[in-house]
């Protein structure tokens, strides 16, 4: 199974991203672009959701890195998911950050029930980009 990453904004699909069994990339240039076609672009509506491998549902180091990288670049503190299938009920288990000088468990925002599966079969393989 692989890490993968989907971006949306107000709810709409923006990118999709697969990575390796260990990490995914979000497409920032791709994602950057979308911003600039935005008349009156608002971070506050940028979700940025990945998945971990099975039974590891806590962000990396690498997470933290990413998360201020983006806070940064939208000037702004983007929400940032993570999801993971639980290895007992094979459940998604979410979890959701900000980053405001530490890592913030905030409330989760799900995914649409299609997007949840959009990055669930990228990262079982069963759709390649």
């Not at 998360?67 to 929400?79: E, H, Q, R, S």
Request: charged letters at 20%.
């Amino acid at each position: 199974m692989n890490e993968s990453a989907l971006v949306t904004y107000k709810n709409d699909f923006v990118i999709a991203a697969i990575g390796t069994p260990t990490r995914v990339e979000f497409p920032f240039e791709k994602i950057w672009e979308f911003k600039k076609t935005c008349t009156l672009f608002n971070p506050s509506h940028l979700r940025f959701y990945h998945t971990h491998p099975i039974g590891m549902p806590d962000y990396s180091e690498e997470d933290v890195k990413c998360l201020k990288g983006l806070n940064i670049a939208f000037d702004f503190p983007v929400y940032f998911s993570i999801l993971c299938k639980n290895e007992y009920t094979e459940v998604y288990d979410q979890i959701s950050y900000i980053y405001y000088k530490k890592m913030v468990q905030v409330e989760n925002i799900p995914l649409w029930s299609s997007h949840l599966e959009l990055m669930f079969f990228l990262s079982e393989g069963k759709i390649v980009l």
